[in-house]
T-cell receptor, first 114, second 113 residues
Framework: NAGVMQNPRHLVRRRGQEARLRCSPMKGHSHVYWYRQLPEEGLKFMVYLQKENIIDESGMPKERFSAEFPKEGPSILRIQQVVRGDSAAYFC????????????FGQGTRLTVV | AQSVAQPEDQVNVAEGNPLTVKCTYSVSGNPYLFWYVQYPNRGLQFLLKYITGDNLVKGSYGFEAEFNKSQTSFHLKKPSALVSDSALYFCAVRRSNDYKLSFGAGTTVTVRA
């Protein structure tokens, strides 16, 4: 059973470009979470999705950031018009159920904005 | 609100010595507590969790953690550290009926040969 798969592992974007980060949850997991890790900080919750639904996006910036988890395919975290402050590691996690089990994390995507 | 504090940025120990990584938490209601480890250029790996029951929880790679409700602590321990335990360790907490994890800032563990 493959773990949570994220790609790309590293992504470099110029200021103003768009960044698209992909996450395929573990098999059988329908709950997906995105976290952001800024330098010298712990991970911060961004958004929680189930198939085709955003359940909680309270941790996501109101502008330029969006997330989706379509019926088919991976979850996508999209950042439009990136700025230097978006440089961080973005981690995706999945779980088979929301509150009774632990979440399993992917390897992360390290976004660098130049 | 919920939060986690890892008071030590770095912990250095010699191989074969005991290893302790400290964690204190704040959460309303019953806490679910977790430890994750991040090796260089790799994702977070789940080590262990406390949900309910025995205060001493055993996890992967010989690690264990003790839940102390009165001190609101969940310290990670290993009786005899290995060089391969060198990594970044994160403590996390959430409420029992929630999905949102709050992480500490992490503790870098270095085990010297």
């Amino acid at each position: 059973n493959a773990g949570v798969m994220q790609n790309p592992r590293h992504l470099v974007r110029r200021r103003g470009q768009e960044a698209r980060l992909r996450c395929s949850p573990m098999k059988g997991h329908s709950h997906v979470y995105w976290y952001r890790q800024l330098p010298e900080e712990g991970l911060k919750f961004m958004v929680y999705l189930q198939k085709e639904n955003i359940i909680d996006e309270s941790g996501m910036p109101k502008e330029r950031f969006s997330a989706e988890f379509p019926k088919e395919g991976p979850s996508i975290l999209r950042i439009q018009q990136v700025v230097r402050g978006d440089s961080a590691a973005y981690f995706c996690a999945s779980s088979p159920e929301a509150t009774k089990t632990e979440a399993f994390f992917g390897q992360g995507t390290r976004l660098t904005v130049v | 609100a919920q939060s986690v504090a890892q008071p030590e940025d770095q912990v250095n120990v010699a191989e074969g010595n005991p290893l302790t990584v400290k964690c204190t938490y704040s959460v309303s209601g019953n806490p679910y507590l977790f430890w994750y480890v991040q090796y260089p250029n790799r994702g977070l790996q789940f080590l262990l969790k406390y949900i309910t029951g025995d205060n001493l929880v055993k996890g992967s790679y010989g690690f264990e953690a003790e839940f102390n409700k009165s001190q609101t602590s969940f310290h990670l321990k290993k009786p005899s550290a290995l060089v391969s335990d060198s990594a970044l360790y994160f403590c996390a907490v959430r409420r029992s009926n929630d999905y949102k994890l709050s992480f500490g800032a992490g503790t870098t563990v270095t085990v010297r040969a």
